[in-house]
């Protein structure tokens, strides 16, 4: 190879790996710019959607009009009106809504989602909003499970993909023994389930399966202390630092103005519990 033919192919690949760089450097300010803009994108959309499982209530289920209703929805609902825009709500079995917030799917997720360590790697949290106990739920005439450690060789209910399943399997399983898990991707069927005896217990909120077991005249009872507190928070794509502050703006706002508390006490009947 000439001389000068060396410098011409040297020259060459220094544009193309400049090229890359620079390509790489212009995807990443889009990115950015991107997650900066998020809090005006859902301004200019005049909406924010939301997405939740619609199937937990009271937190959120569908109505007798077929509307998304619950103490989630109107959280979101008193956000969107801080934020000067509507909510559209989209609702989705859990086990998918974060992948769906992560794909663009949703603005943000106000469905319970449990602020953990390991959900902060791939989104951010806001202040949280709720502290949920959970309980052991077993059939009425039950003897044989009054604790956590009487899960062993038995075979345990949970939502799929929820923060119950982790503690079940990470937590739990070490500690009590081996035990079957079933899951589910939604709570009135791990109840039915429960009530004819598929299962030998379930873990769930009180609050949330409260409602379900007057509605249904499920024959299962609450037993023990709760087995672990929880914390939940509005959920939104990492990067969004604009969107957080304004979340955490109105969720603050609510606190003080009294409209948290008002929205509590619909749904629970009792004052905020943080």
């Known amino acids: 190879m000439s001389v000068k033919l060396q410098k011409f192919v040297k020259a060459a ?110 989104m951010d949290f806001s202040t949280p909003y709720v502290k949920n106990a959970v309980n052991v739920l077993v059939k009425s005439d039950n003897t044989t499970i009054e604790k956590l450690e009487d899960f062993k060789d038995k075979k345990i209910g949970v939502g799929l993909g929820t923060n119950d399943e982790k503690y079940l399997r990470d937590v739990a399983m070490p500690k009590v023994g081996t035990f079957e898990i079933a899951t589910y991707n939604d709570v009135i069927t791990s109840l039915q389930d429960l009530n004819v005896g598929r299962i030998d217990a379930t873990i769930n909120n009180v609050f949330a399966i409260k409602p379900l077991i007057e509605k249904n005249h499920f024959d299962v009872k609450a037993v023990g202390e709760p087995i672990k507190e929880d914390f939940a928070g509005i959920a939104i794509r990492k990067n969004n630092p604009e969107l957080l502050d304004a979340i955490n703006k109105a969720l603050a706002e609510m606190k003080s103005d009294g409209t948290f508390k008002e929205i509590f006490q619909k749904w629970f009947g009792v004052d905020p519990n943080f």
């Open 13 to 122: 690949l220094l544009l193309t790996v400049l090229s890359i760089a620079l390509a790489a450097c212009g995807s990443k300010a889009a990115q950015d710019a991107n997650a900066a803009n998020a809090l005006e994108q859902i301004k200019k959309a005049g909406k924010i959607r939301v997405g939740l499982m619609g199937t937990y209530a009271p937190y959120n289920f569908l109505n007798d009009k077929h509307e998304v209703d619950g103490f989630d929805a109107d959280v979101a609902k008193a956000v969107a009106k801080r934020l000067g825009v509507e909510v559209e709500f989209i609702t989705g079995e859990f086990s998918g809504l974060i992948e769906g917030l992560q794909k663009d799917k949703y603005d943000a997720l106000v469905s319970q989602v449990t602020i953990t360590e390991d959900r902060k790697q791939k």
